[in-house]
């Protein structure tokens, strides 16, 4: 298989829809009106977690979102912090996302962000959370129907040098950790992952 990483269709093609481009200068309610027909997708949803001792576990309060680019997904997730234009590379993402790390900076972090396909293309679902993995472990028990068994790469942020990608729900089965970042989960958990932790 083709392990060379690509620049992410999510960031530059996304916009193309039946051969039409989706103007972005539509407003957030139209964007997600529409959002379920198109061929690409981008959501992004809170994590839970807990700290180290596991102590103090929270779950996701906030309901996911989807929207018509990838650019507006992370927009959300990160409470407007980032903002992408279209041609963005991968670079561009890492940098951006990087940059919310630096010390006294209030708001969500971007935890991970899962691909539909190899190469980090095709429909994207962001993870985000209130802090990073400094300290705190942060997890979703279940991908949600919608997005169970049909990741195929991923990448980590915000001090999350894991990722662990179960295949069963509740961190059960088969597991793969993508550390920061892999353009190919891997045979045996490609398409197959139902729940996720991340770590420092």
Not at 138 to 167: K, L
């Amino acid at each position: 298989m083709n392990t060379t990483v690509h620049m992410p269709t999510a960031l530059i093609a996304a916009t193309f829809v039946g051969g039409c481009i989706v103007a972005d200068a539509e407003s957030a309610d139209d964007d997600r009106r529409s959002v379920a027909d198109l061929e690409f997708k981008h959501c992004a949803i809170e994590t839970s977690s807990r700290t180290a001792d596991q102590a103090d576990v929270r779950p996701a309060s906030r309901a996911p979102e989807c929207f018509r680019t990838f650019s507006q997904a992370l927009q959300f997730a990160t409470s407007g912090r980032v903002q992408l234009p279209l041609e963005a590379v991968l670079e561009d993402l890492d940098e951006a996302v990087g940059s919310l790390d630096a010390p006294g900076l209030d708001g969500t972090y971007v935890i991970g962000i899962e691909y539909d396909d190899a190469n980090f293309r095709g429909s994207t679902k962001t993870y985000f959370g209130d802090t990073t993995c400094d300290g705190t472990e942060r997890f979703v028990s279940w991908v949600g129907e919608e997005w169970n068994d049909r990741i195929s790469s991923a990448r980590a942020y915000s001090e999350c040098n894991h990722s662990y990608h179960y295949e069963h729900i509740n961190f059960g089965g088969a597991i793969m950790d993508c550390g920061s970042s892999c353009n190919y989960i891997g045979d045996a958990l490609n398409d197959e992952t139902s729940s996720i932790r991340w770590t420092n």
